[in-house]
């Protein structure tokens, strides 16, 4: 028992969680299309790191995690930012499938989920999206019960609405919820929304945590 209440079920998000780092997959990227480090560093200060403040304006990552503007919009919105090393130009045209691209799933964490699942705990995901086209959604039958995308719901993280949306889709209350994330201001979010948050950095802590919280042997 959390707060009173049963856990019934595991909410975990996407990148840097269930797949290699963000930033190991965003190095990638840059060392690929030859992109000026510095001015990446200049635009994500204030387009990613800021979005997650609490006095946050809106900015065009606001705009595509929510699905107010379209991955071709905020391709063409990003590349007028950034520079190459070599000073040529950086091609909008498909940059968010070329950022992801180095991106992979952690089986470790695969199996973790599928461990859960099959002890009788609902799972979900609940991921904010850059477009919608990085996920392997083949993969998601096998391990979700529900999948909750920002830019299909019009919500993003750490927006207390779209915790309680995922609790919904689950038919759960935040209580009954374990929700994991690697970014602190997300956890922070869930944990406020009544939810049980494991803030993750590795597949080996975060096992630990769900092992004890939930009971259930995950090596």
Known sequence: MINGAQLRGVITDWGGVLTTPILTTVQAWIQADSIDWDSYRTVM???VFDAYGPDASQNPVHALERGECSGAE???MLAAQLLRTDGGVVTAEGI??????????????????RTVRGAGFRTGLLSN?????????????GLFDTVVLSGEVGMRKPE????QHAADTLGLDPRECVFIDDVEANVAAATVCGMTAVHHSDPVSTAAALQELLGVSLG
């Not at 968010?96 to 989920?113: E, G, K, N």
């Not at 999206?129 to 039958?141: H, L, Q, T």
């Not at 207390?160 to 915790?163: H, K, L, P, V």
């Open 45 to 47: 200060r204030s387009w």
């Open 74 to 76: 905020f391709e063409q």
């Open 96 to 113: 968010l499938q070329r950022m992801f691209a180095a991106s992979t799933s952690v089986p470790a964490m695969y199996d973790m989920i």
């Open 129 to 141: 999206s850059w477009g919608c086209d990085e996920y392997p959604r083949a993969d998601f039958p």
């Open 160 to 163: 207390a609405a779209i915790f």
